[in-house]
């Protein structure tokens, strides 16, 4: 009897600890199919830009960023107690059932243009000659149950189909143009530096609306490898003295493009337009200037409050043809209100409002 007393104790004992191990599991380890959004960082863009040219800054640009983390159930209860926590669903932010690793990669691919369009519209602005280089087409995504999957991934460039070299998205439609689905081309995709061929089944797919003219009846399904790709690009000035670089490190997305375009800006042009002031913000831009949406506005500007910055550059509220807002200065102005910041939160469409903004500030006593 006593034995089995000890044996039944024992087992209740191993028991508790299970669960206790499955409910902190459960509790602190366990993903939820959320993210939790919430201030990032502000980073000094100085040392990400390199140019030839030798310029002096006395303040600083910062870009902005947002910290994306895995909710779990704690980090779920955490985030209506904590300040600037923002709960969202990972069906919003991952497209047509795209992995986590394919949004990465997509967020790194969209920073990477969004930097040379930053290059562009500076060269524009400051009439520097200069040339695109085509830099190859990159897979963002790879659709499941299609041959391909097996064989690529997001990451990888699209070299050659059938020994033709790829350097563009209509390249790749036409090196399978004709083919039915079921038969074979000879894919070379270059993967961390090494190329491989491999020969890979082409699958039929949904019609592609956007490649339809508009009011166009609904086209039949086509052929192809079932990949969502990106043309990558780089813009190339003539003078060696003006070409411009920039290394962001593990940093993605599009929203840095505009504080890219004011620190290129004040490397290249005479003057420093910073006048001493820290000046951070966010915003997508294009070759022509125009300054873009973006998302996380809010969390931002707490990043870039507590980073000490002294003007913050937020994108206007963009209104849609459709009549509907997508706000960003209004959340932003009502994200610094609420804050209580000394930070001047200045809504801005071009870049160059944004450079007449700084143009027309004195100089920061001191600087």
């Known amino acids: 009897m006593g034995e089995a007393r000890q044996m039944k104790r024992a087992s209740r004992v191993v028991f508790s600890v299970f669960t206790a191990i499955a409910l902190l599991y459960v509790v602190y380890f366990m993903p939820l199919p959320l993210y939790i959004f919430k201030p990032g960082t502000a980073e000094d863009i100085h040392p990400m830009v390199h140019v ?6 006395k303040g600083k640009f910062m870009l902005t960023t947002v910290q994306v983390a895995d909710a779990t159930v704690f980090g779920y209860l955490m985030s209506y107690i904590r300040p600037y926590e923002e709960l969202r669903l990972k069906r919003e932010l991952l497209r047509n059932n795209e992995t986590e690793a394919e949004y990465s990669r997509r967020q790194e691919v969209v920073m990477i243009t969004s930097q040379a369009d930053a290059i562009q519209a500076v060269y524009k602005r ?11 087409v990159v897979i963002q995504q790879v659709y499941p149950n299609v041959p391909a999957h097996d064989v690529l991934r997001a990451g990888d460039t699209i070299v050659k189909i059938d020994d033709k070299p790829i350097q563009t998205m209509e390249e790749v439609r036409g090196g399978v143009t004709g083919k039915k689905a079921g038969e ?5 995709y270059k993967r961390k530096g090494v190329i491989e061929t491999k020969d890979i089944a082409l699958a039929a797919l949904p019609a592609d609306p956007s490649a339809q003219p508009a009011n166009a009846a609904p086209a039949a399904s086509r052929v192809g490898l079932g990949v969502v790709l ?4 780089s813009v190339k ?3 060696e003295e003006q070409q411009v670089t920039i290394q962001a490190g593990d940093i ?4 840095a493009g505009l504080m890219f375009s004011l620190e290129i800006y004040n490397r290249l042009a005479p003057g420093d337009i910073t006048k001493g002031y820290k000046v951070a913000g966010t915003g997508e831009i294009d070759p022509e200037g125009h300054v873009g949406v973006i998302g996380g506005i809010q969390h931002k500007i707490v990043a870039a409050d507590r980073a000490g910055a002294e003007i913050f550059f937020s994108p206007t509220d963009y209104k849609a043809p459709t009549g509907q807002t997508i706000p960003n200065y209004s959340d932003a102005k009502k994200r610094a209100d609420e804050l ?3 930070m001047t939160v200045v809504p801005v469409a071009t870049m160059d409002e944004a450079l007449d903004y700084l143009a027309k500030l004195p100089a920061k006593p001191g600087s």
């Open 184 to 188: 074979t081309v000879s894919v070379s």
């Open 340 to 342: 209580g910041t000394k």
């Open 126 to 136: 400051l009439n520097i000659p200069y040339h695109i280089s085509k830099d190859g």
């Open 252 to 255: 993605g997305g599009p929203s």
């Open 52 to 57: 030839k040219q030798a310029s002096e800054e």
């Open 237 to 239: 000035a003539e003078s």
């Open 230 to 233: 990106t043309e990558l690009h």
